[in-house]
């Protein structure tokens, strides 16, 4: 079902439960013509050197970040698909031999199985169950692969899934190990609860393995696992040795890993495109651009999620097949089967020295390499690879001479692939024989991949990242990089032009916005600074300084994702590119004017201004206005995903974790929530008459540091507040009763010669003092989430009981259901999140200091002794000992009077006075978005 909200229209995206939708990628510009992309930016190689970077790029003081530095996020790790299904088939293969006498079965080969198997039926063997799950995931994988692009590997592994097919349908009949009744109830009780979730709309992206229809589903599921008998596989003329063919793995998992890429981009283009579909829907009912602001933090929190998935997954199949350490090699793995034989071939004649097919296909993957990147890198191997592959595996002269035509050809199959710039137009003979001879055309590796393939391939992206980086890498550090615009497509580029990745976005990406995002990253806040918190909010914008800090490496895998994403989400968004980079930078604004104004008023208290803690902060916060400058480039920053991303970091970093720090440094927001608290309970003031409070305390409600507990009664106000400020409960017992006596033996208008004398007593106490401080993970789950990694309690509203036994466990649902949980909370703390907590904290201040002078106290705390170090400490002192005490123990508190004035009446009237003042238009930097009913 999908959910409303007020403002707009009443689907908010509609995303179905577990089907994938996304969109492309698109590209750049920057280098020069002849068949290559070896340095048409001024700057590189072939071009001149752009003007210099200016030296004063950064504005305002560089802050100690390291101050900010907390406890590193959780790594909760869960098992990726490679580990998960090889682990299930293994213990499959071992219960299989295990079981079965080997005078019977035989040696370990995969046609053993199926003779174990017939000899469990005749024995009527007693199956556990949880042997059936281990093989149902093997085959349900395997039987993924073999409808992937490539057929699902080779005779042997073919064979293997009709051999494990027929294990099934053996299997599946005997009788089976009945479950404990404690875990059969438990099944059950989950499986009902389940239910009750299953008509919920999946509001991300969904399993690529989850059909829409039903009926299909069911029909793949009699496909995948027959109900009746199938037929004996034929043995194999050679045996087939299990151990060798779960080590031969590394094509099928390569499959796995580019279906997985493709899924989770299939993710990032619904995000974006649920930003088109509330825009319009906006723009009809008159709400207000900021509006927007929440889906552009939902698509860049899930696309940052998905990268660092992508991270994980790459690290994972790098630790299942070493070889594969390329994008390169993991390609000619899947495209170049038929010349890795031919390769063999060779080898097998003229190669005094063994050589496996892995070796041979690694070969190829680095002579493709030579091919994407500009034929003029210094680092390109093209001279050399040949002859020292040659020389490694002792291949005489004929071989040599062989294999250096096998190499040249390569040089076609890549410009035929991946052409770009001026390749397109000099290869259109070429391409069109190729199309008429092979029935295929440009970018057709992957033709089942909808997101990362055919119009939105990927590796266009690869080989444009790859051509720019020998740019960057001879670009000095305090030059600009000049493109050649033109190049890549017609420029300038245009918004709502673009139908596809490739060609259509390459000017974009490689004149403007890698250009941009080197000069961020050389001499930008990206190139000074290690940002708290940057690998978890901002995945996105380390991997685009790991490229430029590492341009001439190969590739990989991750930073294509990134790169591929950020074109994704804007060929998604194409419609309304130039009104997202309008919105993004007017919000982003709109934060740091309202920072601004926070940062004047506290130079209108001298108090504040002088507190370290209080310039600290402000200066850390203020220093991120650094991300969105002019001078990198508009449609670089605030493109939909480099935006959202910046917007998101500004959230969780600079307002939550940052604005924490600020909005209690002097203890401001604990005095003014406990004083609000006590007037509220006393019936002095009532809910709804200063709504800005209401909020507040409203988010703040359970914070463990404000309020140390539970709300406090009457007759708890100042001994609570006082263990909230960090006195010992000891002291904290004593003050209070103190100010009992205090307020109790004193006349109504008692007038104390020296009311700051009592806190003497209490020296060491306050010196000592443990102030808790304000933690954004008390109050925002979906920093919970983002920023530590905590996943806890996470729950799966989307799915339903089928999909949840097909795929949980499998790193597409896991990853689903964790961005689902943190987009939820995005929701629900929409008007939290666009809080200003610099602002809100900087107007308690004020009003504080202005309290002060209102209750008379000014006078009292500049002749103290005490207070000469912390003003604030002292005013704390009057307002726990007097006020709350008042409120407290009064026995009518409205009127009773400290120093002739009376403290609750007068403390309510300018409470009320004062915040009816505070604008909202301060306190909000943008506009959330309620639920509809």
Known sequence: MARGKKGRSSNKTKKKKGSSNGNGRRSGNTTNGGGSASASAQGGRGGGVGPRIPSNVLQGKSPNFKEFDKAKALQENYPTVYSRYKKATNRFIQYMMGKCPEEIRGARTVDALCTAADWMEGQKHILPRSVLQDLKLAIRIRSRVAKSMYGGGDSGH????????????????????????????????????????????????????????????????????????????????????????????????????????????????????????????????????????????????????????????????????????????????????????????????????????????????????????????????KDVIVQEFCTKQGVNEAGTAELQKVFEGLHHVVSLEVPIGAEISMNSGIASLYRRVSGLSSHSWLPKCHFIGGDRSIDHTIRLLQTFGDVVRNTPQDRQIVAKRGFFGPSPWRSGRSRKIHNDLDELLMSDILPAWVVMCRKGILGTSKLPRENEICPLLVQLRAYVENPGKPIDWSTSFAVHALLTAILETDGIFDSIINISKEVFDNYFEQVKHAARIAQQEKDTHTSRASAHNMIAISFLENLGLDVFGQRAIWNPLCGGTILSYVCYFGNLEGGCALVDCRSQLRITLHLFHALRVNGILAKGQIPFLDMLFDVFRSSRAVWEGSLPKKGEFAQRFWICFGINPSDAKLLSQMARHNVQNNSRRSRLSSPLEEIEEFEQSFRTRQLRPIEPSAISKSFRRICDRDFRGVQDNYHTPEQRRKNKGSEIYEVTVRVNDTLDAIDEEQSVLAFNFVQCGAQMEQFLCSLGRVLQWDPILSQASVCRQDKRQGFAFLFAQFLLGTLDYAEDPFAFEFMDVPLAQVSAMFLETYFSKVSPELLRWFVPVAFED
């Open 158 to 381: 073919k064979h293997f899934n009709l051999v494990l097919t027929y294990c099934w349908t053996v299997l599946n009949r005997l009788p089976k190990e009945e479950a404990a009744p404690a875990i059969a109830a438990a099944e059950v009780a989950q499986t009902a609860e389940e239910g009750e979730r299953e008509e919920q709309e999946n509001r991300f992206a969904a399993l690529g393995e989850l059909g829409d229809d039903e009926e299909d589903e069911v029909m793949e599921e009699e496909e995948i696992f027959p109900s009746s008998p199938v037929p004996r596989p034929e043995h194999t003329p050679e045996p087939i040795s299990l151990d060798d063919l779960m080590k031969a793995d590394d094509r099928i998992d390569a499959i796995l890993f580019l279906d997985s890429l493709d899924e989770l981009m299939g993710c990032v283009s619904q995000q974006y495109k649920a930003i088109i579909a509330n825009y319009n829907s906006n723009r009809r009912q008159g709400v207000p651009p900021s509006a927007l602001v929440e889906m552009f933090l939902e698509a860049s929190v899930a696309t940052n999620m998905i990268i660092q998935k992508v991270q994980q997954l790459e690290m994972d199949l790098q630790l299942q097949h070493e070889h594969l350490t390329t994008p390169y090699r993991l390609l000619a793995t899947l495209v170049l089967p038929d010349i890795t034989r031919h390769v063999m071939e060779v080898l097998r004649e003229h190669a005094s020295k063994h050589c496996d097919e892995r070796a041979a296909s690694c070969f190829l993957g680095d002579s493709m390499e030579c091919y994407f990147r500009n034929l003029s890198d210094d680092l390109n191997r």
